[in-house]
T-cell receptor, first 110, second 115 residues
Framework: DAKTTQPPSMDCAEGRAANLPCNHSTISGNEYVYWYRQIHSQGPQYIIHGLKNNETNEMASLIITEDRKSSTLILPHATLRDTAVYYCIAARGTASKLTFGTGTRLQVTL | DGGITQSPKYLFRKEGQNVTLSCEQNLNHDAMYWYRQDPGQGLRLIYYSQIVNDFQKGDIAEGYSVSREKKESFPLTVTSAQKNPTAFYLC??????????????FGQGTRLTVV
């Protein structure tokens, strides 16, 4: 699986959009971009994934650049409950081991 | 309700003892995984299994063992050979095969403390 690079930490004011970047410059054509988050002392939670097209669900939006070398996870209206570590993973669609890095620690503040 | 269950949530053991962590899922998933997480760190893969009676080593398998006798269960044994076993252990499962659908479901973890 391709290596991903994320900033170690970010802050966001409550009610504002949180934009979390991820670099995956060596991603291969059959690798998807997945996002998970981990709230303190809990198991990670799946957020969203995509291959080439932008994706949106009830939790977030995923914007993937045309060359697929980077992506951005957008939480449109961050709340205090969105404070967590966010992990970006590049993985093949078939079942493969998931490689989690250290992620981005997002702190949402009042 | 479908889900993945780890037990116990907290576990204390004396140094030198083997200990087995339980992971059960009723999601009918073929693939199951064990991860270890140390404070302030990301998740590191210990073992994974894509089908019953088969499993592969992850990045940090030394000192650990697993079995996959049933689709629903993937227990992890932390042996006395593991030099630094105190950590947060996470189990996950996902659908095997297919395209674009390796969304993994995680348990709530077991915090193991060896004294």
């Amino acid at each position: 699986d391709a290596k991903t690079t994320q900033p170690p930490s970010m802050d966001c004011a409550e009610g504002r959009a949180a934009n979390l970047p991820c670099n995956h410059s060596t991603i291969s054509g059959n690798e998807y971009v997945y996002w998970y988050r981990q709230i303190h002392s809990q198991g990670p939670q799946y957020i969203i994934h995509g291959l080439k097209n932008n994706e949106t669900n009830e939790m977030a939006s995923l914007i993937i650049t045309e060359d697929r070398k980077s992506s951005t996870l957008i939480l449109p209206h961050a709340t205090l409950r969105d404070t967590a570590v966010y992990y970006c993973i590049a993985a093949r669609g078939t079942a493969s081991k998931l490689t989690f890095g250290t992620g981005t620690r997002l702190q949402v503040t009042l | 309700d479908g889900g993945i269950t780890q037990s116990p949530k907290y576990l204390f053991r004396k140094e030198g003892q083997n200990v087995t962590l339980s992971c059960e899922q009723n999601l009918n998933h073929d693939a199951m995984y064990w991860y270890r997480q140390d404070p302030g760190q990301g998740l590191r893969l210990i073992y994974y299994s894509q089908i019953v009676n088969d499993f592969q080593k992850g990045d940090i398998a030394e000192g650990y063992s697993v079995s996959r006798e049933k689709k629903e269960s993937f227990p992890l044994t932390v042996t006395s050979a593991q030099k630094n076993p105190t950590a947060f252990y996470l189990c996950a499962s996902s659908i095997a095969g297919g395209q674009g659908n390796t969304e993994a479901f995680f348990g709530q973890g077991t915090r193991l403390t060896v004294v």
